[in-house]
């Protein structure tokens, strides 16, 4: 699988590249599929183009790509989105058109408690584990684990060289993950390398204007279809060398 995070918390200020109306997201999203995205990940936006869970800005989002594509399509429920645990859960409650799936970072509070609303409204759980927190812990002890969509293991650590050993130590720290399928990715500095790792050994990996704006050879992206083009490209060629007798600090990972 290969989803598109088509904006993540960016704002116009990272270039007019990132979509953050319902009409410009649903173009992308139709792009990004056209150039082989399997799944979307979104942030719905307000009109002055901060990330909301307001179930009126969810649905002109929501609608506006599933006219445009079929693929399953999913969105944040990230604390800065929603800080308030108990708003949150309410924002959720009145969701009036349900996303496909939801993102739920396993370290933030309230995690849980949005987990098992969701579940109740029949929306998939992707459950959101960073490096550098304790959301691997957490989410090994949680009774909603074994009914989780998937894993999303997300790399933080900004430093291209040291993105490999950081994705491996998370995969650990993850374990069988109460049996679910784990998607593996970075974000800015890690996004490339992680993705490699990803392809290495044949995870899920997910790539798009919200992980990184350049592409592998340094220049500014021009469209989640572009970063989905050479996302491919470069999990194709890390999966075919998987098999190879190369070192993993040989091939870039």
């Known amino acids: 699988m290969t989803q598109v995070c088509l904006n993540g918390p960016r704002t116009a200020a990272d270039g007019a590249a990132v979509p953050l109306t319902p009409e410009s997201i649903a173009d992308s999203a139709a792009e990004a599929v056209a150039a082989g995205a399997t799944d979307i990940h979104v942030h719905p936006k307000t009109p002055c183009g901060r990330d909301t869970l307001s179930p009126r800005v969810l649905e002109q989002t929501l609608s506006a790509i599933r006219e445009r594509v079929s693929v399953p399509v999913g969105v ?35 995690a849980e408690e949005t987990a098992a609303l969701l579940l109740e409204r029949g929306v998939g759980v992707e459950a959101g584990i960073w490096s550098g927190t304790d959301g691997a812990a957490r989410f090994a002890a949680s009774p909603l684990g074994p009914k989780a969509l998937r894993v999303l293991a997300e ?30 990715h970075g974000e800015d500095g890690s996004a490339w390398p992680v993705l490699r790792l990803a392809g290495h050994l044949g995870l899920a990996t997910r790539i798009g204007l919200e992980d990184m704006l350049v592409l592998p050879n340094g220049n500014r992206a021009r469209s989640n279809a572009q970063l989905i083009t050479a996302g491919l490209a470069e999990y194709g060629a890390s999966r075919a060398g998987a098999g190879t007798c190369r070192s993993d600090q040989a091939a870039g990972y």
């Open 76 to 110: 944040t429920t990230g604390a800065w989105a929603e800080p308030d645990p108990a708003t949150r859960l309410e924002r959720i409650r009145a969701w009036t058109v349900l996303p496909d799936h939801a993102s739920v970072n396993w370290h933030e509070p309230g």
């Open 155 to 184: 790399v933080t650590d900004p430093d291209p060289a040291t993105a490999g050993a950081s994705a491996r130590a998370l995969l650990s720290d993850i374990g069988t993950a109460h049996g679910r399928p784990v998607l593996l």
